[in-house]
């Protein structure tokens, strides 16, 4: 179960994510066990509805089975069983041609998968060849999930106890959401000017170059079709938003939002938000805290452009995502 989001995330529906059945706590594993992720459940459960997938269980085989490997060339490896050495890629791999076209319903805005395992680790899998283990390979499912949603944000539930991934992936995912819900609504210019121009700063942290031509293609928005506008404002964001928003970026985007208030900060004022700007860039601080100051100049001044800017609240503060990073 979900709870409703705060408000200022700019998110008006339910945000639902894939995610490995065992790191819920489902008894699915190969051993009968569950690799169950307090972090999934009990943080991010309380903003995301999950949409569970098993693709052993779901494929037809048994619990408890046979452990798997990789084996073969990491490009195409074979699932096979690890004592009877029974081939079992044809039965994962009808499963995983079935599945993703299903998952197309799910409206899916990530997807977080077990790692090391040989069907659904997204990374460094291991994969045999003449005995030899490599960890060079993507497990069948997830490489399938990949191949069909190239730019559904995905990872791993060992990848995000790394604060600075964690805060990436869940950003991506609530972006997502929001595009989705700004395509539900009318579909026009002017909705995408108002789109982009709440993202701008947070494009800006990702990747100053992707603003300069989302801007850009905006601008000129008028001289092409509105479907193939949106198609290539949509692969910009989801490029721009893949890249990790850096102290350096950070920095400089801080900087920006300063630019705002040149004319209204006390001399006092603008020399406490320059040290703290300078602690954040010098790692003695994380980001919440000058995002914090900044905020606060946001409501004591009014300014109303700042106010509407996605950049300052991405995600709900009780994930406190800003406070590691």
């Known amino acids: ?49 999950f949409v569970p997938v098993c693709p052993e269980v779901e494929c037809g085989m048994s619990i408890p089975r046979e452990a798997m490997r990789l084996e073969g060339d990491p490009a195409a490896p074979r699932l096979v069983t690890n004592r ?24 899916l805005c990530g997807f977080i998968f077990k790692k090391d395992s040989p069907s659904s680790g997204l990374y460094r899998v291991k994969v045999y060849n003449q005995g030899v283990p490599a960890k060079s390979g993507s497990g069948l499912f997830a490489a399938a999930v990949v191949r069909h949603f190239p730019l559904l944000p995905v990872e791993e539930e060992g990848r995000l106890n790394d604060p600075h991934i964690r805060e990436n992936f869940i950003e991506r995912v609530f972006t997502l959401r929001r595009w989705k ?84 900060l006390t001399a006092a004022e603008k020399a406490e938000l320059v040290e703290v700007i300078a602690r954040y860039h010098d790692h003695l601080v994380p980001l919440i805290v000058p995002l914090t100051l900044l905020n606060h100049y946001v409501a004591k001044y009014n300014q109303t452009y700042l106010r509407g800017q996605i950049y300052l609240t991405p995600h709900p503060a009780e994930l406190m995502l800003r406070n590691h990073v």
Do not use: W
């Open 84 to 107: 009877t050495r029974i081939d079992k890629t044809g039965q994962m791999l009808d499963f995983c041609r079935k599945k993703v076209v299903e998952l197309e319903g799910e409206d």
């Open 1 to 49: 179960m979900t709870h409703p989001l705060p408000e200022g995330e700019g998110v008006t529906s339910q945000i639902r994510i894939g995610v490995s059945s065992c790191l819920l706590g489902e008894k699915v594993r190969y051993d009968g066990g569950h690799k169950h992720d307090r972090y999934l459940t009990d943080i991010l459960g309380r903003f995301f509805q």
């Open 181 to 264: 819900d700004f395509l539900r609504g009318e579909k026009s210019i002017g909705a995408l000017v108002t789109f982009h121009t709440s993202h701008k700063l947070l494009v800006m942290a990702h990747s100053p170059s992707h603003y300069r031509e989302m801007g850009a293609l905006v601008a000129h928005g008028t001289e092409m079709p509105l479907d193939q506008l949106l198609e290539r404002y949509r692969h910009l964001l989801t490029e721009a938003m893949a890249l990790h928003a850096t102290v350096s970026k950070q920095t400089n985007v801080l900087h920006h939002i300063m630019g705002y208030f040149k004319k209204v």
